[in-house]
T-cell receptor, first 113, second 115 residues
Framework: ELKVEQNPLFLSMQEGKNYTIYCNYSTTSDRLYWYRQDPGKSLESLFVLLSNGAVKQEGRLMASLDTKARLSTLHITAAVHDLSATYFCADPPIIQGAQKLVFGQGTRLTINP | EAGVVQSPRYKIIEKKQPVAFWCNPISGHNTLYWYLQNLGQGPELLIRYENEEAVDDSQLPKDRFSAERLKGVDSTLKIQPAELGDSAVYLC?????????????FGPGTRLLVL
């Protein structure tokens, strides 16, 4: 069964703090995507991690991928209120004849002043 | 560059009524996806088109859902008849080609409420 699990599902944190969102996936995929979704809005692509050990950073967000552990992390440094959103990781499983993204449940992040 | 366009943005209907959603992908994108997003969940793929061909519709409930992508550009997703459990956000996405893992660009979605 194709499965992507995020942890935690809900996260409330203070501005200025650091935290990490974890994404475990069940397939042998060699890449992983992170998306952001604001309430009532669509999904915005944040990071595309294309190989084992890949690390990408954009502002206060940093994503990494460990394909051997089937784990990706999204690290938030010195959080600010603007980062409040729901974050999804998505796995493109290696299935012959298929091209799809399997999404996690999402992590709803709330950053309090 | 214009993004993925969807309409309507919101739709309220009574159960057993038909409903249709429209999607215009990013210009030049050959692959188009329809996803269903239930409240508090991640999107789930319903159907994927490569040009005008539906290449993966295994998750589409074919008894009541249908889709088409005439001329390989715009696409329409239809539900007939709608049920209460169909209330959700219907997202359209597109990508340039059919390479596995290519970034998918999402539209704003159509939020459906079935009463």
């Amino acid at each position: 069964e194709l499965k992507v699990e995020q942890n935690p599902l809900f996260l409330s944190m203070q501005e200025g703090k650091n935290y990490t969102i974890y994404c475990n996936y069940s397939t042998t995929s060699d890449r992983l995507y992170w998306y952001r979704q604001d309430p009532g809005k669509s999904l915005e692509s944040l990071f595309v991690l294309l190989s084992n050990g890949a690390v990408k950073q954009e502002g206060r967000l940093m994503a990494s991928l460990d394909t051997k552990a089937r784990l990706s992390t999204l690290h938030i440094t010195a959080a600010v209120h603007d980062l409040s959103a729901t974050y999804f990781c998505a796995d493109p499983p290696i299935i012959q004849g298929a091209q799809k993204l399997v999404f996690g449940q999402g992590t709803r992040l709330t950053i309090n002043p | 560059e214009a993004g993925v366009v969807q309409s309507p943005r919101y739709k309220i209907i009574e159960k057993k009524q038909p409903v249709a959603f429209w999607c215009n992908p990013i210009s030049g994108h050959n692959t188009l996806y329809w996803y269903l997003q239930n409240l508090g969940q991640g999107p789930e793929l319903l159907i994927r088109y490569e040009n005008e061909e539906a290449v993966d519709d295994s998750q589409l409930p074919k008894d009541r859902f249908s889709a088409e992508r005439l001329k390989g550009v715009d696409s329409t997703l239809k539900i007939q008849p709608a049920e209460l459990g169909d209330s959700a956000v219907y997202l359209c996405a597109s990508s340039p080609g059919s390479i596995r893992g290519e970034t998918q660009y999402f539209g704003p979605g159509t939020r459906l409420l079935v009463l």
